[in-house]
T-cell receptor, first 115, second 116 residues
Framework: DTGVSQDPRHKITKRGQNVTFRCDPI?????LYWYRQTLGQGPEFLTY????????KSRLLSDRFSAERPKGSFSTLEIQRTEQGDSAMYLC?????????????FGPGTRLLVL | AQSVTQLDSQVPVFEEAPVELRCNYS??????LFWYVQYPNQGLQLLLK??????LVESINGFEAEFNKSQTSFHLRKPSVHISDTAEYFC??????????????FGDGTTLTVKP
């Protein structure tokens, strides 16, 4: 068990560019979550997957955001036409559906800065 | 729906002093409760969690939290803090079951600063 990994750890981009982040969850976990954390705030839910199915999207997730989990393993989060307000830490977490294991395991996050 | 309120945004304390970080929550369903710690430029690490059973839960590094159902609180305490405890602490709740199981709602965090 190597934990949840995210790539890249840091991303600096210019406004209007597209960016894509990757998350590799713990291998036996079938649920995967994306959160956004801005300075001074707690993480805010963006979306989550059960296996490859995207079950819920927050209203925070505008049309410029898209997430996929094509084979029920890793996931990608893409932001198109980035805006300065997208600057934040993007956190991925995974969990098992087992009732005794509803702990979310978080990755280290991808910090995005939009100039 | 769930909400979490961390009553103190910043808590400064001297080394070896006791500390309490307060967390209240509201939820229409039964929830698990968590405390996470976040060090600068890092992701969240689970500190401790309450799932069921004894209302007092402890972590390996001396923190403890007590679940109080009647007051809907889950305050975090440590009897003697160290400089290395300086970090951001987040309280979170997660529904036990259903489609939202595992989907956490976080408070806005409490910055604990331990001074020498």
């Amino acid at each position: 068990d190597t934990g949840v990994s995210q790539d890249p750890r840091h991303k600096i981009t210019k406004r209007g560019q597209n960016v894509t982040f990757r998350c590799d969850p713990i291998s036996e976990h079938n649920r995967l979550y994306w959160y956004r954390q801005t300075l001074g705030q707690g993480p805010e839910f963006l979306t989550y997957f059960q296996n490859e199915a995207q079950l819920e999207k927050s209203r925070l997730l505008s049309d410029r955001f898209s997430a996929e989990r094509p084979k029920g393993s890793f996931s990608t989060l893409e932001i198109q036409r980035t805006e300065q307000g997208d600057s934040a830490m993007y956190l991925c977490a995974s969990t098992s559906l087992s009732a005794a294991k509803e702990t979310q395991y978080f990755g280290p996050g991808t910090r995005l800065l939009v100039l | 729906a769930q909400s979490v309120t961390q009553l103190d945004s910043q808590v400064p304390v001297f080394e070896e002093a006791p500390v309490e970080l307060r967390c209240n929550y509201s939820s229409s369903v039964s929830v698990y409760l968590f405390w996470y710690v976040q060090y600068p430029n890092q992701g969240l690490q689970l500190l401790l969690k309450y799932l069921s059973g004894s209302t007092l839960v402890e972590s390996i590094n001396g923190f403890e939290a007590e679940f109080n159902k009647s007051q809907t609180s889950f305050h975090l305490r440590k009897p003697s803090v160290h400089i290395s405890d300086t970090a951001e602490y987040f309280c979170a709740v997660s529904p036990l079951a259903g489609t939202n199981a595992g989907k956490s709602t976080f408070g806005d965090g409490t910055t604990l600063t331990v001074k020498p």
